[in-house]
């Protein structure tokens, strides 16, 4: 399972890799803001990704819209601090499947991540 | 800034290090910040803008952040390390989320972290902007959360 992380903090992603690898993925690519991200997916092919919202250069919501403006199906994951339900419902209608509020225990995002694969498997 | 302002980052503080560090936080009794007042050495520093306007601090004593850092990632920094700033500015970011996330109603944008490290160093919010400390203490150490910010009155309903 090839996994992207978009995420400016490199300690978010280091978490996040730390939890993806007890489930059992590792082969994992690392972006650092929308922009980076856009430059990476092509040549990575990623089946899943983790995006953060606040970033420089690109915020999460932008490279969401733009990725799926590009017709890609695959399956979002918005990680943020980004709590209010204004904001999920924004992030759902750009195109995310499913969304975690920071702080998170590993609990709840390695959840989130079979969560998110499984619906989309079945759909 | 009354107290019903300063809850939701009480509550966020906690939560963060409950979650992301397994620390349970004592919170003191917030005092009004007098300007210019030093932080302590390493301070993650978050703005906030839209119908609040601000600027949110989390500052601590060099051994804390450390302690902090190294149960955030699980590795050893030094506070001169990069990812020792990173580290701070997502704990910052986090705590703030959190908190904005609890002011309902009101449409706040927060920026993305900057981190000072430096002992006796002052971090200046915008003039005439009334600012709280809030002291915390937990099993690593003493630190603070430091909240200055403006309410707008024709704030927008969600």
Redesign the interface.
């Known amino acids: 399972m090839k996994v992207m992380l978009v995420d400016d903090s490199k300690t978010m992603r280091n978490i996040q890799k730390g939890i993806l690898a007890q489930l059992g993925y590792s082969e994992i690519e690392e972006a650092a803001d929308g922009l980076d991200a856009l430059s990476k997916v092509g040549a990575f092919q990623p089946e899943l990704l983790l995006v953060d919202w606040n970033m420089p250069n690109m915020d999460g919501l932008t490279f969401v819209k733009k990725y799926r403006e590009q017709g890609h199906k695959t399956p979002i994951i918005m990680v943020t601090t980004e709590a209010e339900k204004s904001r999920v419902v924004e992030a759902i209608k750009a195109g995310v499947n499913n969304y975690v509020v920071k702080p998170f225990t590993p609990d709840v995002l390695g959840g989130r991540i079979k969560e998110t694969l499984e619906r989309v498997q079945a759909a | 800034m009354d107290s019903s302002s300063i809850t939701p980052f009480v509550q966020s503080t906690s939560?963060?290090f409950e979650?992301?560090l397994q620390l349970p936080v004592t919170v003191g009794k917030p005092e009004l910040k007098k300007e210019p007042e030093p932080a302590h050495d390493v301070s993650g520093i978050i703005g906030l803008s839209g119908d609040i306007e601000g600027l949110v601090v989390v500052s601590f004593p060099t051994s804390t952040a450390e302690r902090a850092v190294s149960l955030?990632?699980?590795e050893t920094l030094e506070a001169t390390n990069p990812?020792f700033a990173?580290?701070i500015?997502?704990l910052v970011?986090?705590i703030?989320?959190?908190a904005?996330?609890q002011f309902e109603g009101k449409s706040i944008q927060?920026s993305?972290p900057s981190v000072v490290v430096g002992t006796g160093h002052t971090v200046f919010g915008k003039k005439d902007m009334k600012g709280v400390t809030i002291p915390c203490s937990c099993d690593i150490g003493e630190f603070s959360v430091e909240v200055s910010m403006v309410e707008w009155v024709n704030a927008t309903a969600?």
């Open positions: 939560n963060v979650m992301m955030f990632t699980g990812d990173d580290a500015g997502e970011n986090m703030s989320g959190g904005k996330a927060i993305v969600a």
